[in-house]
């Protein structure tokens, strides 16, 4: 029986590198884990790998991109790909995911905040961000309030 998971595909061109590496970190930092498998519906598995020593570098560092099967697909040319979501079971878990996607690029474009950026790729940063735009985001901030 095959899994239909979801992926989201994100275009790259409003993307800069900045953005493109501290998507490819938050995705990737292990002590997000917990916080993204929250969202996702599932632990990575073998399609959608978290790999910690992706940090803010890589993209610049990996023109071609590396693995597919990591939890950000960085190997099209057009687009980058979430791969991290199990499949939604309704259509609140689908919004909700795709808020995820879009107020974590919105998050990771430049001057989102001050603080150091191995504290911007941290998943608690991202919280404090978007509870000031819960309203923009009402699925997923519902979503997170039993996260803690």
């Known amino acids: 029986f095959p899994s239909h998971d979801m992926h ?14 501290k998507l490819t970190e938050f995705l990737n930092r292990l002590d997000n884990k917990k916080f993204i498998a ?9 399609y959608a790998r978290m ?7 890589y993209p610049i560092r990996n023109r071609h991109g590396g693995d597919r099967y990591n939890a950000l697909n960085l190997n099209n040319n057009n687009t980058v790909e979430v791969r991290l979501f199990a499949t939604p079971s309704n259509y ?17 474009s430049p001057a989102q905040s001050s603080l150091a950026l191995k504290k911007q790729t941290h998943y608690e940063a991202f ?22």
């Open 92 to 108: 609140k878990e689908f919004a909700m995911r795709l808020q995820f996607v879009q107020a974590l690029v919105d998050y990771c």
């Open 51 to 57: 790999d910690g020593s992706r940090t803010i570098t």
């Open 38 to 46: 929250h969202i996702a519906g599932r632990i990575d598995n073998n």
């Open 8 to 21: 989201v595909h994100i275009s790259r061109k409003p993307l800069s590198q900045l953005t493109l590496g």
């Open 127 to 148: 919280m404090m961000w978007l509870h000031q735009r819960s309203k923009m985001f009402p699925e997923l901030s519902y979503h997170l309030k039993e996260f803690n």
